[in-house]
């Protein structure tokens, strides 16, 4: 079985910083890529930030130049430092792992609970 397990959520007022971790446990024998999504309450869930084994990163528009993804394969973990936030950002932030159970399996994806995020004054 596979965990993912988010912390750092909370209440921040505009302008501020918050970094989520999100760490994977279980049966893993590698992972593809992870992901940060979110979702406001009458909103679909989008992608935030994703960062593949080889380091490559992609955000999405909205968040450039403020959030930062990073990982530690060691540790199978995944950080988002998000900066300068605004009360836009406020959402449910869910992780996300690409990843295989066991060589020659195919890659699937798996959820975090979520965590949420508040940004007001």
């Known amino acids: 079985q596979v965990q993912l397990v988010e912390s750092g959520g909370g209440l921040v007022q505009p302008g501020g910083s918050l970094r989520l971790s999100c760490a994977a446990s279980?049966?893993?024998?590698?992972?593809?890529?992870m992901g940060w999504y979110r979702q406001a309450p009458g909103k679909q869930r989008e992608l935030v930030a994703r960062?593949?084994?080889?380091?490559?990163?992609n955000y999405a528009d909205s968040v450039k130049g403020r959030f930062t993804i990073s990982r530690d394969n060691a540790k199978n973990t995944v950080y988002l430092q998000m900066n300068s936030l605004k009360p836009e950002d406020t959402a449910v932030y869910y992780c996300?792992?690409?990843?295989?159970?066991?060589?020659?399996?195919?890659?699937?994806?798996?959820w975090g609970q979520g965590t949420q995020v508040t940004v007001s004054s």
């Open positions: 279980g049966s893993i024998f590698s992972i593809n890529a």
């Open positions: 996300n792992a690409d990843l295989r159970v066991r060589v020659g399996v195919r890659i699937q994806g798996y």
């Open positions: 960062i593949i084994s080889g380091g490559s990163t």
